[in-house]
């Protein structure tokens, strides 16, 4: 618990343009489209401030991978609780994935 506290503590602070930017940066150089963005309500729990957000789109499988990689090693602290994945077209999947970034 200490080290996920002193990883959060290193990391950079929430910034929810540069975030975005990075979201749609990182789809775009995978081929990927994203259709939404949702940023939902801040969660305080103790010292941790958590911003939930859901991104959603479609892309090929790799691409969807290099997606959740990208959204992992954002300079702020994040947390990947869910993907789902189902089929869109043959070769497309539709994604959804809800994250949240810690301050």
Request: proline share 2%.
């Amino acid at each position: 618990m200490d080290s996920l506290l002193l990883a959060i503590n290193s990391r950079a602070s929430y910034d929810q343009t540069a975030l975005m930017g990075s979201l749609y940066g990182i789809a775009d150089s995978t081929g990927c489209k994203v259709d939404k963005v949702e940023v939902g309500e801040r969660i305080v729990a103790d010292s941790i401030v958590e911003n939930p957000l859901v991104v959603k789109g479609t892309g090929q499988y790799a691409a969807i991978g290099r997606i959740v990689d990208g959204i992992e090693n954002q300079p702020c602290a994040t947390r990947v609780r869910q993907i789902v994945l189902g089929n869109k077209s043959a070769g497309s999947v539709e994604f959804m994935i809800d994250f949240v970034v810690m301050e």
